[in-house]
């Protein structure tokens, strides 16, 4: 059988309508893998490598029909085709074999295998990989990966060569690393399996192959920072997350590209070229911390290290569709980190969901932190909602989806309430550019005087705009920060969590951001202009997928909390995870 999964598996089959609700449930059992059924001129991509026939048993299978809101009824075998597989295990059908009715492109959410029947939401991916071995492998999600890797079904190296073959065929394209370290990750994951053979298991990141920021120092590993000055840059000692990491039993598989120094939010200005988003690779997938949300949502990796000044991990999280968490301000160490702005800089998890982004956190949080894995009661919290400025001109679509996500939030916690910052959100934005400029410049003033040459011209430009910012006018921004965040956080006295749209718009297209230089940084901060303000404010805040475009782009919802509520933040956003999906 092309899946190798055995014949007569008994699975729950849940018919879906145009929307994805599912309708009922009915039998079903796998007679035939499609290798053995579909001819070579059928289109079915990838279907006979990962596919299989399902038998519906004694059940008529109800299946709408999009163009015309009716349905028809089958008994009988369907064809169907792995996709997705780490989305809780769903997989669509694509063709109706009892008659030969063949089903349009349109048609492609038909049906959906729902795990095989070992209590409620088995996962069906985790199944079909355990079985199929290691061509599935990186469609997991981390958590997924880790269960395995614990009971010794599957081995760290077989995940790492899993996410490596898929680098191989995928990178090329998006573009998401700059340097792969397949030799190192391999040496890693061998050290891995042998400690847990042996019953060490060290916890839920050991011998899982992550990817870093190429921003991150890693000792003996170039660091470049996507830019011509640092093509050569090795350091000599890693950065305190890694060394974190690397205690908790990660495998690196390399370096991710980025917007050059993290300058930026397009991703398109890189020594290495551009970042292209895997949902649609004419697309931006943001920045700066583009590759990282590449690698995650590609499979590239399981999880994924980014930095963040003014949305740098949630907007390309929600431009590619997964979860992205800026944590408290401090709360990550960012020392080893090529800084843009020392101020506003975060380090911060990015994975395929909240519970991924929730174990990575843990490993990258200092010693004597939360157990942020434990979870809060999320039933009586307060949800703010800020819609002056957040919820402003937003894309229709953008729009749309935020409000049936406060409605699955509404049905969380049963308490929403407007709540606008105290502080004016141009202030907000005034000062993050103020300290951008300055810091920024500050750190780069010998390098530019020196080899300006080496940087990208974009780059080069918005350092020197710091130029023009003095120590006096430097320190009273820093005071007045200081006075922003004490203050702002006053509204946690009536809410406990703010929501918001993390983008107000879809992503550009790359050609559209690279036509006209002159209105780049114009479309960048118009992306950021919702992730922003927790920068300045420091506070823990997450994006996770709420919706799609019709051009299937993803769409991102924001959760920010009070200082050093991160647990709260991942909490709410864990439980719209599980009710959403």
């Known amino acids: 059988m092309a899946a190798d999964i055995e014949e007569g598996s008994q699975l729950v089959v849940l018919a879906s ?14 007679v035939a893998g499609l290798a053995d059924l579909i001819r070579p001129s059928d289109d079915l991509p990838g279907a006979a490598e990962n596919g299989f026939a399902l038998e519906c048993s004694d059940a008529v299978v109800d299946i709408p029909r999009r163009r015309d809101g009716k349905s028809f009824s089958q008994r009988g ?26 089903c349009s492109q349109a048609d492609s959410r038909l049906l959906i295998i729902r795990g095989l029947v070992r209590g409620p939401c088995h996962n069906a991916a985790m199944e079909h990989a355990e079985r199929s071995g290691s061509s599935d492998l990186a469609s997991l999600t981390l958590a997924e990966a880790s269960q395995l890797v614990r009971s010794k079904k599957v081995s760290p190296v077989e995940l790492t060569e899993a996410c490596l073959r898929r680098i191989e065929q995928r990178n090329p394209e998006l573009n998401a690393f700059i340097t792969v370290t397949a030799d190192i990750a391999l ?47 090795v350091p000599l000692v890693d950065a305190e997350v ?4 690397k205690g908790a039993g990660a495998v690196f598989l390399g370096k991710l590209n980025l917007h050059e120094f993290a300058y930026g939010a397009s991703s398109v200005v890189s020594a290495f070229g551009p970042v292209r ?13 583009s590759g990282s949300a590449v690698a995650v949502a590609a499979g590239l990796c399981y999880g994924a290290v980014g930095t963040c000044t003014g949305g740098s991990i949630r907007q390309p999280a929600a431009f590619c569709g997964i979860v992205g968490l800026k944590p408290t301000y401090g709360l990550v160490s960012t020392q080893g980190v090529v800084p843009l702005s020392t101020s506003l800089d975060h380090v911060g998890p990015m994975a395929r969901s909240v519970r991924d982004t929730t174990v990575l956190l843990q490993a990258m949080a200092p010693e004597g932190a939360s157990d942020y894995t434990a979870g809060v009661e999320t039933s009586s919290l307060r949800i703010g909602v800020p819609r002056s400025h957040f919820y402003d001109a937003l894309h229709p679509e953008v729009e749309a989806a935020m409000e ?6 509404k049905s969380i916690s049963k308490t929403q309430l ?88 879809p992503p550009f297209t790359i050609a559209d951001l690279l036509g006209d230089q002159g209105t780049l940084r114009n479309k960048e901060q118009l992306t950021l202009r919702n992730t922003r303000p927790f920068n300045v404010l420091g506070w823990p805040t997450i994006s996770l997928p709420c919706g799609r475009t019709s051009e299937g782009l993803p769409i991102g919802l924001q959760i920010s909390g009070a200082p050093g509520e991160d647990a709260t933040v991942l909490a709410l956003a864990a439980a719209y995870e599980r009710v959403a999906s």
């Open 17 to 30: 309508d145009n929307h994805n609700r599912f309708t009922r449930d009915i039998g079903g059992k796998i």
């Open 277 to 289: 988003n895997p949902c649609s690779t004419e697309y931006s997938a943001g920045g700066s911390s």
């Open 418 to 505: 407007t709540a606008d910052l105290e502080n004016g959100l141009d202030a907000i934005n005034n000062l993050s550019n103020l300290l951008t400029k300055a810091e920024a410049y500050g750190y780069h003033r010998e390098h530019v005087a020196a080899t300006p040459e080496l940087y990208q011209p974009e780059t080069l430009r918005r350092i020197l705009s710091g130029a023009e910012v003095g120590p006096a006018a430097h320190s009273g921004a820093l005071r007045e920060l200081q006075e922003m965040r004490r203050s702002a956080s006053r509204i946690f006295e009536t809410v406990d969590v703010l929501v918001t749209p993390t983008v107000p718009v």
């Open 404 to 409: 049936s996500a406060l409605v699955v939030l």
């Open 77 to 102: 075998t369907v064809i169907v085709g792995v996709q997705n597989v780490g989305d809780c295990g769903f997989v669509h059908a694509i063709k109706n074999d009892t008659r030969g009715r063949e």
């Open 187 to 233: 040496d890693e994951a061998q050290a891995a399996e042998a400690h847990i053979q042996r019953g060490m298991w060290l916890g839920p990141l050991h011998g899982i192959p992550i990817a870093l920021k190429d921003v991150v120092d890693t000792a003996d590993v170039r660091t470049t920072a996507a830019s011509n000055l640092f093509r050569n840059r």
């Open 242 to 245: 890694v060394r974190r990491l």
